[in-house]
């Protein structure tokens, strides 16, 4: 069984999918969100985690790693926020961060 944190922060997707905490990524007809079959073709997806962080706010580092995200990644379909922390100093917020699964389709 694969662990919850990844270290090279990549899995396939197909470990989510079957995992009964990560049921929701299923379509109503079990099928992954997002992964639609052409034809007889079966797609296959990634994960990647992605760190992003803002000085403005949770939406600002979301948006700002979706963005970075898809200057590198082809075909993302869809992103689950895993965890979001604030950094603190001196009593008031400094950083937004947004710790988030990326799921993208391999090219053929």
Same mark, same amino acid.
């Given at each position: @069984?694969?662990p919850? &944190?990844?270290s090279?922060?990549i ?5 989510? $999918? $079957?995992?009964p ?5 299923r379509g ?7 992964l ?17 962080t803002s ?8 948006k700002g ?5 898809? !200057?590198? $990644? ?7 926020? !895993?965890?979001?922390?604030? &950094? ?8 937004y961060q947004?710790?988030? @699964?990326v799921t993208f389709?391999?090219?053929?």
């Open positions: @069984m694969l919850y &944190h990844f090279a922060g899995c396939l997707v197909a470990y989510l $999918l $079957l995992h905490r990560y049921g929701h990524l109503a007809h079990g099928r992954p969100r997002g639609r079959n052409k034809g007889d073709e079966m797609s296959v997806a990634k994960v990647s985690e992605i760190s992003a000085s403005k706010s949770f939406e600002d580092a979301l790693g979706i963005a970075r995200a898809n !200057k590198t $990644l082809r075909n993302i379909r869809s992103a689950w926020v !895993k965890e979001q922390q604030v &950094h603190v100093s001196k009593g008031s917020i400094t950083e947004v710790n988030m @699964m389709v391999i090219d053929d």
